[in-house]
C-alpha cells in the first residue's frame, strides 16, 4: 500500500505514460514492453485474461488424461485364457510393460485428470477468469479491490500448477485426486524419487488453495464496498450474487483444505499418526477433514456457472429474470447449506447416525437449485428467445443440470448410495454437474462476453457446430455410465467384464466427439482473434454495465465516467422497449446511443 | 449478508479528498480502557490455571470424581470470555463496522458446523453397530505391524541400558507428599507411585476402560468397547 | 512510480497526511474500510486454518483421552503460563501501537511496536529453548520420531503430534508476525503512519490479536487437561 496513485485517472495527469482511452489490449510498446506489462499488471481484466489462458491450457492438460482414461477403457484391461492361450487386453497404457504396469498407469491418468480438472480447472474457471474480468465492470468499479493479490494469485496459481505438472514428471500420482490415506501417506519408498511425488500434488493442491482464498477474499470486499452509486445489493446483476456466493465459500472452506493438506503432509513425511489407525488415529477423520472443503468446493464450481445462467437467458430472452430475489437469495441458500452437508460423500465410511442425519440435510440443496432451474425456465416463457451459441449452452445447461441434479438425489439417499457408492453412476453424476454444468456454462459464458472481452465477434455458425458437437458427444460420453454404474460397475478400475463393453465402448467414442468439438471451439476463437470482424459495444443487447457503459473491449481504466446505475440489470421493458427485433439473427443491432440515457 | 449490511457503501460520492473524516471509522479506544482488559486478561489467565488446580485438588486429594467434561468446560469458558474481550476491545469490533462482526459470526458459524458433525460422527460411530470402533486400537499396530510406537521406543531403551525404572516411576508434576493414592495417571506424580506396575516389555501398557477411570476424561470414550 | 495528486494532496505534511487513496476507491476512508474488512476476510481463514488443528485434537483426545492426560502432564504449565501472559501483553502493545498511530504519537507508536517484537521473540525463545529443546533430547516428538522410554499410554506419540503440530503452526504464525512487526517499525521510522493514514498497522494489528486469541485456547488446551 505504499503506492500513492492518482485518484483523478484518465484526466490527463498521470504522468503522461498511458493514454488511458485505448483499450486494455492495446500493446504498450515493443514485444518485451508488452509481456512485462502483461506480467506485471494489476488490471483485472488482464488478469482475467491471464487465468482464462492458463485454465484453458490446464483444462487441455486434464482433457488429455481423459482421453487417454476412455482409450484404456476402451477394452478390458485383464488376462484371458482363450483356447489354452493366454491373451493379455487392453493394456494400451502399460506401453507394452506389464498388465499391472498397465492398471497403475490407468490410476495416474485418473489421479491427473480428476486433480487437473478440480483444483486447476473447474474451481478457478469462471470466477478467475470471467469473475475477474467481469466483476469490477458488472459493479461499476475501476478495478477489484485488492489488485496486487489479485495479481499474486494468478502468480500462485501458475506456481500451483508447476508443483502439479513437477508431480507428473516424477511419475505420477495414483492416489485419486481425493488423497485418502492410506494410499496418499504409506505408499512408495522412503528416500526414493517417487516418493516425493505425492508430496509434490498434495503441495500443488495446498498452494492452489492460497490463490483460491486470494481471488474469493478479493471479490466479497469488491462486492461490498465498490458497486457503483446507486446500486443497491438487488440491483446487482445476479452474475455478481453467484460469484459472491462462491466467494463466500472459497473464503470458509478453503482454508480447512490447507491444514488437511499440511496435516496429510506431515503425516507422510513424519508418520504423525492423526490419520494412521497403525498410529491409534482415524483414516475416516481425514475424510472429515477433506469433503468439509471439498463439499462446499462442488458449490464454488456450480455457483458461478449457475451465474453466467442467468446473465445468458435473461440477455437471450429480452426478459426480465423471474424471481430475481429468489435467484439471489437460493445462491446464498446453497452456500449456507454447503457447509453441512459433506457427510453424504462418506456415507459408507462413517457412523449410522451421522449418515443418517447428512443424507436428511443433503435434500436441502434440493431446493434452492430447483428454484433455480424454475425461475430460469419461467424468464424463458414468453421471451424473445434468440439462438445464438451462448444460449444454446444455456439451454443445454438447464437440461444437464436437470438430469446431473435428479441424479444426485439417489445418491443422498442413503440406502441407495450404499448401492451405488464408487460406481459409475457416481462418475456419471458429478460429470453432469461439474462439465455438463459449469464447463458448459463456462464455454457459454465465453462466447458471450468474447465480443467484450476481445473486441472481436466470432463466427456463429462454426461455434454453433461445436455446441452441438460438444452437447451430443457429452452426452454420449456420460449417459451410459449412469447405466453402467446401476448395474455395479465400480469406478477407478481399468479391467471390468464382458457385460459392460458396450457402454464402455459407446462411452469412448463420445469422448472422441467430446474432443472435437472443443477443437472446433479453439478453432473458432482462434479465428475470432485473427480474423472476427470487430465487435460493438453492446453486440447481444445487455444492460448490464460491462454491456450499457464500457467500450469493447474496455478501455484500461474500465469506464470513462464513473457509471450511475438508473435502471435495474434486467429492466429490458423499460430501458429500450421493442429496441431489438427478436427474430434478427445472429445478433441485434447495437443500442442506440441515448437507450440508456434516462 | 443482508442489505442493510453495507450503510455507507453507495452512499453520496464523496469527493476523493483527505479530508472526508468518519468518526465510525476510526474509533479511538482510551488507553485506560485497553489496560483494564489486559489487567482481566491476565487476571482470567491465572483463574484458568488456578480451576484447573483446583478441580485436580477436587479429584485427587478430596478424592471426589469429578465428571470429565468440567475441565474441558471451564478451561474453554474462560478462554472465551478472554477472546471475546480481545475480539471486543483490542480488536475494536464493538466499535467497528458491524460487517466484520458478522464476517467473523459465518466463521464461527462454519467452524462450530465443521467440529459439530465431525464429533457427531466419530464420537457416534459405534452407535448402532459396536464393531465399528474396534480397530481404533489404542498405539495403534505399529508402522511396521510390530507394536505401538510407544511400546518399541521402551523396548530399545532396555536394549541398549539406558531404560532407568525409578524415572519411569517418578513424574514431572508436584503434587505433596501423601496425596498420591488417587487413580491419577502416573504423570501427576512426582513422587515413586505405590503399586506401579511397569508395562510387560513388548506388551502395550494396561488399556485403561472408561469404566475405571471417570477422571479427566473429557467425552465418553467411543472406543471404549462396552 | 508514486504520484501524488496537486488538488487533493496538502502539499506539506508527512507521508501520511499526503497519502492518498488508490485509485479504485473513494477516499481513504473507503480504502481503510475495505482494507479492514479484507483483514477480518483473512482473519476468519486463519481462524479455519487452526480450526483443523482444533477438530483434530478434539477427536483425537475423545478417542485416546488417557493419552492426553499423560502427555499433557508433561508439559511444564509455568513456560505456557509464562508465554500467556507475553503474548497477552504484547496484544496489549499493539493495540496501544494502533492508538498511537491514530493520535500521531510517533514515539509511543515505535515503542509499542519494539515491545510487542520483544514479547513475540521472548515467546518463540521460551517455546524454543525450554519447551521444543528439552522435548527434543528426551524423544517426545510426533510419531515415527517418538524414543521417549517412559510413556505411560501407548498412543502417546499422537498427543505430541497434534502438540507439536499446533503449537508449531501457531509458532510460525508468531514468526510470520516478527516479521510484519519489524516491517510496521521500519515504516513508522520514515513517519509513514499518522491519525490519517494507519491502515497498516491496523491489519497487522488485528492479525497479532488472532495469534494471540489462538493461544488463548491452546494454553487450556494443551496445558491443562488432567
Known amino acids: 500500500m505504499t503506492t500513492i496513485t492518482s485518484p483523478h485517472a484518465g484526466h490527463g495527469d498521470h504522468g503522461g505514460h498511458h493514454d488511458h482511452d485505448v ?22 481484466k488482464k488478469i482475467g485474461v491471464m487465468y482464462l489462458v492458463a485454465i ?149 493442491a495446498f498452494i492452489l488453495g492460497f490463490s483460491s482464498i486470494f481471488t474469493g477474499l478479493n471479490f466479497v470486499v469488491t462486492v461490498h464496498k465498490l458497486r457503483a452509486p446507486g446500486m443497491g445489493w438487488f440491483d446487482m446483476p445476479l452474475f455478481v450474487w453467484g460469484i459472491y456466493g462462491a466467494a463466500i465459500i472459497q473464503v470458509l472452506a478453503t482454508p480447512v483444505i490447507g491444514i488437511t493438506l499440511l496435516l496429510l503432509i506431515f503425516e507422510r513425511l513424519f508418520r504423525i499418526g492423526i490419520f494412521d489407525p497403525a498410529m491409534g488415529g482415524d483414516p475416516v477423520l481425514f475424510q472429515h477433514f477433506f469433503w468439509f ?54 456415507f459408507t465410511s462413517e457412523g449410522e447416525v451421522a449418515a443418517v442425519v447428512f443424507s436428511a440435510i443433503t435434500f436441502l440443496v434440493a431446493i434452492p437449485s430447483a428454484i433455480k432451474v424454475f425461475n430460469w425456465i419461467a424468464t424463458l416463457y414468453k421471451g424473445s428467445i434468440r439462438l445464438t451459441t451462448p444460449m444454446l449452452y444455456a439451454l443445454g445447461f438447464l437440461f444437464l443440470f436437470t438430469i446431473g441434479g435428479l441424479t444426485g438425489l439417489p445418491l443422498g439417499t442413503l440406502s441407495v448410495d450404499l448401492h451405488l457408492h464408487d460406481s459409475y453412476f457416481v462418475v456419471a453424476h458429478f460429470h453432469y454437474v461439474m462439465m455438463g454444468s459449469t464447463i458448459i456454462a463456462f464455454i457459454g459464458g465465453i462466447h458471450h462476453w468474447w465480443p467484450k ?140 446511443a441515448g437507450a440508456r440515457a434516462h | 449478508m443482508s442489505s442493510h449490511a453495507d450503510p455507507h457503501a453507495h452512499a453520496a460520492d464523496h ?85 466484520n462482526s458478522l464476517v467473523m459470526i459465518f466463521c464461527l458459524m462454519a467452524l462450530a458446523s465443521f467440529l459439530g458433525f465431525t464429533m457427531l460422527d466419530l464420537g457416534q460411530r459405534n452407535s448402532i453397530y459396536p464393531f465399528k470402533s474396534e480397530y481404533i486400537v ?29 524415572h519411569a516411576a517418578h513424574a514431572h508434576k508436584f503434587i505433596p507428599p501423601g496425596q498420591d493414592d488417587g487413580p491419577g495417571s502416573s504423570a501427576q506424580r512426582s513422587r515413586p507411585l505405590k503399586g506401579l506396575t511397569l508395562p510387560e516389555l513388548g506388551a502395550a501398557p494396561p488399556a485403561k476402560h472408561a469404566e475405571h477411570s471417570e477422571h479427566g476424561k473429557p467425552e465418553p470414550a467411543p472406543a471404549g468397547g462396552h | 512510480m508514486s504520484t501524488l495528486h496537486a488538488d487533493h494532496a496538502p502539499s506539506g505534511g508527512t507521508y501520511a497526511d499526503r497519502y492518498v487513496a488508490a485509485a479504485h476507491f473513494r ?24 480450526a483443523g488443528m482444533f477438530v483434530g485434537y478434539a477427536i483425537l483426545r475423545m478417542l485416546h483421552p488417557e493419552a492426553f492426560i499423560a502427555g499433557s502432564g508433561k508439559l511444564s504449565t509455568f513456560w505456557g503460563l509464562l508465554n500467556t501472559v507475553v503474548l497477552l501483553i504484547s496484544s496489549w502493545t499493539v493495540a496501544m501501537a494502533v492508538r498511537s498511530a491514530q493520535l500521531g504519537k510517533q514515539g509511543a507508536l515505535q515503542f509499542h511496536l519494539i515491545v510487542t517484537n520483544l514479547c513475540a521473540t521472548a515467546f518463540v ?76 498497522v491496523e491489519g497487522v494489528g488485528l492479525y497479532w490479536h488472532i495469534v494471540d486469541m489462538v493461544w488463548i485456547f491452546l494454553f487450556p488446551l494443551l496445558y491443562l487437561i488432567h
Open chain 1, 23 to 44: 483499450s486494455y489490449l492495446h500493446p504498450k510498446g515493443g514485444i518485451w514492453t508488452t509481456i512485462w506489462d502483461w506480467a506485471s499488471t494489476i488490471d483485472h
Open chain 1, 56 to 204: 484453458l491450457f490446464m483444462f487441455f492438460l486434464g482433457g488429455m488424461a481423459a482421453i487417454a482414461v476412455r482409450l484404456e477403457l476402451m477394452e478390458p484391461t485383464r488376462e484371458v485364457t482363450v483356447a489354452g492361450k493366454n491373451v493379455v487386453t487392453g493394456q494400451l497404457l502399460a506401453f507394452g510393460q506389464s498388465l499391472q504396469k498397465g492398471n497403475e498407469n490407468y490410476n495416474r491418468m485418473f489421479t491427473l485428470h480428476g486433480a487437473i480438472m478440480v483444483f486447476m480447472v473447474i474451481v478457478p474457471s469462471v470466477p478467475a477468469s470471467l469473475g475477474n474480468f467481469l466483476l469490477p465492470l458488472m459493479l461499476g468499479a475501476k478495478d477489484v479491490a485488492f489488485p496486487r493479490l489479485n495479481l499474486l494469485s494468478w502468480y500462485v496459481y501458475v506456481l500451483g500448477s508447476i508443483f502439479a505438472v513437477a508431480a507428473i514428471i516424477m511419475g505420477g500420482v495414483d492416489t485419486g485426486w481425493t488423497f485418502y490415506t492410506p494410499y496418499s501417506t504409506t505408499t512408495d519408498v522412503e528416500g526414493n524419487m517417487a516418493y516425493w511425488r505425492i508430496v509434490s500434488m498434495i503441495l500443488a
Open chain 1, 293 to 346: 472443503y471439498s463439499h462446499p468446493v462442488v458449490y464454488v464450481m456450480i455457483l458461478p456457472g449457475m451465474a453466467i445462467i442467468n446473465e445468458i437467458i435473461a440477455v437471450y430472452s429480452r426478459k426480465r429474470i423471474f424471481g430475481y430475489r429468489a435467484v439471489a437469495f437460493s445462491t446464498l441458500a446453497i452456500a449456507a447449506i454447503s457447509f453441512i452437508v459433506w457427510g453424504h460423500h462418506l
Open chain 1, 453 to 592: 472481452m476481445f473486441g472481436r465477434m466470432y463466427n456463429e455458425f462454426f461455434a454453433k457446430i461445436g455446441f452441438w458437437l460438444v452437447f451430443i458427444g457429452f452426452n454420449v460420453t456420460f449417459f451410459p455410465q449412469f447405466m453402467m454404474g446401476a448395474h455395479g460397475m465400480p469406478r477407478r478400475y481399468a479391467s471390468y467384464t464382458d457385460e459392460f463393453l458396450i457402454y464402455h465402448q459407446i462411452s469412448t467414442i463420445g469422448s472422441w466427439v467430446l474432443l472435437v468439438g472443443f477443437l472446433v471451439h479453439l478453432f473458432v476463437f482462434i479465428h475470432s482473434l485473427l480474423a472476427g470482424r470487430l465487435a460493438p459495444p453492446n453486440p447481444c443487447g445487455g444492460l448490464t454495465l460491462e454491456w450499457t457503459d464500457a467500450a469493447s473491449p474496455p478501455i484500461e481504466h474500465n469506464f470513462h465516467h464513473e457509471p450511475v446505475v438508473n435502471h435495474g440489470p434486467y429492466d429490458y421493458d423499460d430501458v429500450f422497449p421493442k429496441q431489438a427485433d427478436p427474430k434478427e439473427f445472429p445478433m441485434p443491432a447495437p443500442l442506440p
Open chain 2, 15 to 99: 469527493p476523493r479528498t483527505h479530508g472526508h473524516w468518519n468518526p465510525h471509522t476510526h474509533v479511538v479506544v482510551s488507553a485506560r480502557t485497553l489496560t483494564s482488559v489486559l489487567v482481566i486478561l491476565l487476571v482470567f489467565t491465572f483463574l484458568t490455571v488456578g480451576a484447573a488446580k483446583a478441580e485436580q485438588f477436587v479429584m485427587y486429594t478430596i478424592g471426589f470424581p469429578l465428571p470429565g467434561w468440567v475441565n474441558v468446560a471451564v478451561a474453554l469458558s474462560i478462554a472465551v470470555v478472554k477472546a471475546v474481550l480481545v475480539a471486543m476491545f483490542f480488536m475494536q469490533l464493538k466499535y467497528d463496522n458491524p460487517m
Open chain 2, 138 to 166: 489404542p498405539g495403534g499396530t505399529g508402522i511396521k505391524g510390530d507394536g505401538p510406537i510407544a511400546t518399541l521406543a521402551r523396548q530399545k531403551a532396555i536394549q541398549d541400558g539406558t531404560y532407568d525404572p525409578e
Open chain 3, 27 to 50: 477516499d481513504r476512508d473507503h480504502e481503510f474500510e475495505s482494507v479492514k474488512m479484507g483483514v477480518w476476510l483473512f482473519l476468519s481463514t486463519e481462524i479455519l486454518l487452526f
Open chain 3, 125 to 200: 525463545v521460551i517455546k524454543l529453548v525450554f519447551e521444543y529443546y528439552p522435548k527434543w533430547q528426551e524423544g517426545k516428538l510426533p510419531g515415527k520420531w517418538f524414543s521417549y522410554p517412559y510413556a505411560v499410554d501407548p498412543s502417546e506419540p499422537l498427543w505430541w503430534g497434534i502438540y507439536f503440530g499446533s503449537t508449531a503452526i501457531h509458532a510460525t504464525h508468531v514468526i510470520i508476525g516478527m516479521g510484519l512487526l519489524t516491517w510496521l517499525l521500519i515504516r513508522a521510522r520514515k513517519g509513514h503512519f499518522g491519525p490519517h493514514h494507519y491502515t497498516a
